[in-house]
């Protein structure tokens, strides 16, 4: 690699990496990190509090196929921009709140700030912007942004020692308007300056948009996707309170919970290792699998805390690299063209499972308790794994049916 090509995408990707890592730990790690203290504080129960969060990613996934559209139009960097500070701008107004109607209230706007600052918009913007790089530039930001659980669980258990969540809560609203919206501006703005960056030109019309939704494969990702961000927010948005009923301690399960993180990132460096010898597929079937493994050690973890160990490494692994092969699969499968879009309409369905899986962990856990909430968690990996499976089926279908060539391209 030569210094005028190293020296842009260090310009681009890191300042995104770095970024992204405040916003996931502020705008989305904050809740799993909170919800026992302000069960405690505020006197709501886990089903209305998982009810605001559920209400956040239900409009962030309907804002996704919008921010996505945007990109594909040249406005990423104002609209990853203007979201982070929105985001920033949402949990500084958290922090006052003392009605129910007033947190639910404020996670919308929180919502809207995910749907553009985000691994969605980002990565739509690097594929967008990097070409052929891009798989690398995501895996860049994975690798960085996987320590984001890390900052944020044993971040605001520190912060609780010495505050109360309030001013927990502005700590994390300062960071992001004060770190990451500068990171994203900049980032962007050495994108837009890189003419040896030329971005795949977005479609105007409709036609080949809607072609791609009359694939069977497109909806088979769509489940695929959204089955695993099912298992996935069943089981972390819940982990504390889950460990807890589990005679597991405070600080065992804070450790857990933060050491998911560095297992992300443990994957992800796996499967660099791994892809030279094996495919994309393989790498995706390989972390719905090992999700299901994990959310199966949970069952005997209060009994055999060894169990913890592995959930943590195979729960971190799984979906740490799902995070990378995802993005990489759609393009495989589905093509780059109108690519903010396509990964947009796709994000809709997997937002919607993470953001039914707080409300839906606590209906479930009041019916059969956490043992039901990780049964259905591995049912979710299995019915993932057999989808994933199936798209990629009907994908070379497709593909023979136009001589090699998907329709999107």
């Not at 948009?209 to 069943?234: D, E, K, P």
């Not at 973890?301 to 490494?313: D, I, K, Q, Y």
Request: hydrophobic fraction near 60%.
């Amino acid at each position: 690699m030569t210094t005028s090509q190293s020296d842009p995408f260090r310009r681009i990707v890191w300042p995104l990496a770095i970024a992204e890592t405040v916003v996931w730990a502020a705008l989305f790690y904050s809740f799993p990190a909170l919800l026992l203290v302000w069960e405690r504080d505020l006197g709501w129960s886990k089903t209305e509090l998982s009810g605001a969060f559920t209400l956040a990613l239900t409009v962030s996934a309907l804002f996704a196929p919008v921010a996505g559209r945007l990109i594909d139009h040249g406005w990423g960097r104002y609209t990853f921009t203007s979201s982070a500070l929105l985001g920033a701008a949402s949990l500084a107004a958290l922090s006052t709140v003392t009605m129910l109607w007033q947190f639910y209230l404020i996670w919308v706007f929180i919502g809207v700030a995910m749907a553009g600052a985000l691994y969605e918009p980002c990565f739509a913007f690097l594929t967008r912007v990097m070409g052929a790089r891009s798989k690398q530039a995501i895996t860049l930001v994975t690798l960085i942004a996987g320590f984001a659980g890390t900052v944020a669980f044993p971040g605001t258990h520190a912060l609780l020692v010495f505050t109360d969540w309030r001013e927990t809560v502005l700590v994390l609203s300062a960071a992001t308007a004060m770190l990451a919206v500068p990171l994203i501006w900049f980032g962007c703005r050495s994108a837009s300056e890189q003419e040896q960056y030329q971005a795949h030109a977005a479609s105007h019309g409709a036609g080949g948009i809607l072609r791609i939704t009359r694939r069977i494969t497109f909806w088979l990702l769509a489940v695929s996707f959204a089955m695993i961000a099912l298992g996935h927010g069943l089981v972390l948005t819940h982990l504390l309170p889950l460990l807890d009923e589990r005679g597991v301690t405070s600080d065992t399960a804070v450790l857990a919970a933060s050491m998911i993180g560095p297992m992300q990132v443990a994957g992800r460096l796996a499967m660099m290792a791994a892809e030279r010898h094996v495919s994309t597929l393989v790498i995706a079937a390989t972390c719905f699998i090992a999700m299901a493994a994990a959310a199966a050690s949970l069952l005997g973890a209060g009994a055999m805390p060894m169990l913890l160990v592995t959930f943590v490494l195979f729960h971190g692994a799984g979906y740490g690299v799902t995070s990378i092969v995802r993005p990489v699969v759609v393009a495989e499968l589905l093509g780059r063209r109108n690519f903010g879009l396509v990964a947009g309409l796709l994000a809709f369905p997997f937002l919607a499972a993470v953001a039914a899986a707080p409300t839906l962990a606590a209906l479930i856990w009041e019916v059969g308790g956490y043992n039901l909430v990780i049964w259905v968690a591995i049912t979710a990996a299995g019915i993932g794994l057999l989808t994933l499976l199936a798209a990629a089926s009907f994908a070379r279908l497709d593909a023979a049916d136009t001589d090699g060539e998907p329709e999107s391209k």
